[in-house]
């Protein structure tokens, strides 16, 4: 069984700080790009960070740079998503998705890679 698993999500006041986990079962992601996403009620999902499959590459979304930090863990199946200075626009379902990728394209991801179900992210005082 292949599946990727989101976990850390919670409700956290505006300035406050959260660290989400992709975790991956069945399979590494030794070969892949990971990638963070988000969907705020009634909005487009949009891309928040990606990290390709050596950690050596890196893309933020401009409205989090200097806030989220995206990182590899050790063991080789889990990513991490630190977010720092949160405000009530990051609320939304973040989702992570893994993919093979090149440079190119890196941060997209489709309906054919390996997505998580997501998990909630509220800010709000």
């Known amino acids: 069984q292949l599946q990727l698993v989101e976990s850390g999500g919670g409700l956290v006041e505006p300035g406050g700080s959260l660290r989400l986990t992709c975790e991956a079962s069945?399979?590494?992601?030794?070969?892949?790009?990971i990638g963070w996403f988000r969907q705020a009620p009634g909005k487009e999902r949009e891309g928040v960070s990606c990290i390709d499959s050596s950690g050596g590459r890196i893309n933020y979304a401009d409205s989090v740079k200097g806030r989220f930090t995206i990182s590899r863990g050790n063991a080789k199946n889990t990513v991490y998503l630190q977010m720092n200075s949160l405000k009530p626009e990051d609320t939304a379902v973040y989702y992570c998705?893994?993919?093979?990728?090149?440079?190119?394209?890196?941060?997209?991801?489709?309906?054919?890679?390996?997505w998580g179900r997501g998990t909630q992210v509220t800010v709000s005082s």
């Open positions: 069945g399979f590494t992601l030794d070969y892949y790009t």
């Open positions: 998705a893994a993919g093979l990728k090149t440079v190119e394209t890196m941060c997209l991801m489709t309906a054919e890679d390996f």
